[in-house]
């Protein structure tokens, strides 16, 4: 079935033209069909994959090998901050609480934040190690407190992995360090950093932290952009000579976040330029169109066998997409119910698919949820549903 999409805000449909607004009333958005101008071209980056996402609409604004799998050195780092974040969570870790050394994390090789044997580190000492001066000791300590042993841990990654939707993800260690069977993508590192915003925004600052002193020896992050750009606040770098130069980094500019993933770069100073020419790419040629405000019902789909004869559906958050500098006159809405919908129906639960194109371009299919509970009716509501749908 199709329905109309009436209900859009009024901060997008404010920066339509007048024609547009008796266009939504007569039922499916279809809007001017004036040809859009091209969209910029996109940087070609100087390494071997590159992906930039919107944060809040999840869209791929340009990508380059997304899918490869490649060496991800220390950007292994962010699941093992995502882990011991998400142990903090649970309270089965505590950032005061002090971590033993083993002889394994001392002996660590690579980068290290110099923890000792005889000195116990508490966990927020060894997140700043992990985070700001990418310490494989500090990961290692972690991993065996988090997951009783480092391999035990990498298990423990790898189930994450999975349920963030990392289709092209597998670790060996908490660390980085090669391996044959460990690997990532352009597109599950920027998968993984998105999800580390969105479930920590109160431990996410720690990834803007310039410089950490520990043991007496103060390190600088080697996230350039952290330096250079004010609205970079995030997240990681990783090298090793088979991986070459990493960069996961993230910028917010006003209310948009764009992050950018750049893999293989031949030095430093190349991945940062290159992260900061993605990044400059996708605020100067795309534009933010917030759809939906969070919960706005977007519309109501008949409901059979329930104590309500239709449920109102929308989105938890603001709905927001990327679209080229101009075009957001040439978007259309597609909202599809998934019929019949039969009760009981649960508040979150996806009740219609809603598909976004720019002209005749597909932007990507979205999933809309129910606002709110409807219970099953009684018998004779039920027998009376029962007819309903013999019939239809």
């Known amino acids: 079935l ?70 991800p050195a220390s950007l292994t780092k962010l699941m093992t901050a995502y882990l011991a974040f998400a142990a903090l969570r649970q309270g089965t870790l505590k950032l005061d609480q002090t971590v033993p050394v083993s002889e394994r994390a001392w002996r660590e090789p690579g980068s290290r934040m110099f923890i ?17 001066q990418s310490g494989n000791d500090a990961c290692v300590a972690l991993a065996e407190a ?44 920027a998968t993984l950093a998105n999800a580390l915003i969105r479930d920590f925004p109160d431990r996410y600052p720690m990834f803007s932290l310039k410089q950490y002193r520990y043991n007496n020896i103060t390190q600088p992050n080697r996230n350039r952009l952290l330096w250079s750009d004010p609205h970079v606040d995030g997240l990681k770098t990783g090298h090793t000579e088979t991986a070459g130069y990493c960069l996961v980094a993230s910028s917010k500019r006003e209310s948009r976040r764009l992050i950018s993933v750049v893999l293989g770069a031949g030095s430093d100073a190349v991945r940062a330029t290159e992260s900061q020419r993605l990044l400059d790419y996708g605020f100067q040629y795309f534009d933010s169109a917030r759809l939906y405000n969070a919960r706005q019902v977007v519309s109501q789909f008949p409901v059979y066998k329930g104590q309500l004869a239709q449920v109102k559906a929308g989105f938890p958050n603001d709905f927001a997409v990327s679209v080229p500098k101009g075009q957001a006159a040439q978007l259309k809405v597609k909202l599809i119910s998934k019929q019949p919908l039969l009760a009981p129906i649960s508040q979150g639960q996806q009740v219609a698919t809603l598909t976004l194109l720019l002209g005749d371009k597909p932007l990507g299919d ?23 749908l013999w019939f239809e």
């Open 116 to 132: 000792d044997p005889k000195k116990p580190a508490t966990v927020e000492e060894l997140l700043h190690g992990v985070i700001t």
């Open 2 to 71: 199709l329905f109309s999409v009436p209900n859009m805000s009024r901060n997008f449909l404010s920066r339509l033209c007048s024609p547009l607004l008796a266009l939504l009333a007569t039922g499916l958005l279809s809007l001017s069909p004036a040809q859009a101008q091209l969209a910029a071209p996109p940087p070609v980056i100087a390494a071997r994959a590159w992906f930039l996402l919107d944060n809040v609409s999840g869209q791929a604004l340009t990508e380059n090998k997304p899918d490869e799998r490649v060496e």
């Open 146 to 189: 988090i997951g009783g042993s480092e391999e035990g841990f990498a298990q423990m990654m790898n189930r994450e992995a999975q349920r963030l939707g990392m289709k092209n993800t597998q670790f060996r260690n908490a660390t980085g360090l090669p391996d044959p069977q460990h690997y990532s993508t352009a597109r599950d590192l």
């Open 366 to 388: 979205y999933p809309v949820f129910a606002l709110e509970n409807v219970p099953v009716a009684g018998i004779f509501g039920r027998a009376w549903d029962t007819l309903r």
